[in-house]
């Protein structure tokens, strides 16, 4: 993705057309994972709130009754 148009045509069989669609699909393959990972980031952010939030949340809430 990151590599020259020109290095990328030094390797046989590959030319302008073909460098510019290898970077293209490189890109949208970063541009996925990051998404993913992302998402991914978001996920465990949203279990750890709820479970703050959760049963854990209730329990802590719970054990500050007196006489518990």
Known sequence: MMSDIEVLCEVPGVGDKMAEK???SAAR???DEEEEL???AAARKQQAEASELGLEGE???FMQVRGI
């Open 59 to 61: 329990r802590a809430l």
């Open 22 to 24: 290898m970077q293209r």
């Open 38 to 40: 992302r998402n991914e």
């Open 29 to 31: 393959v970063v541009a």
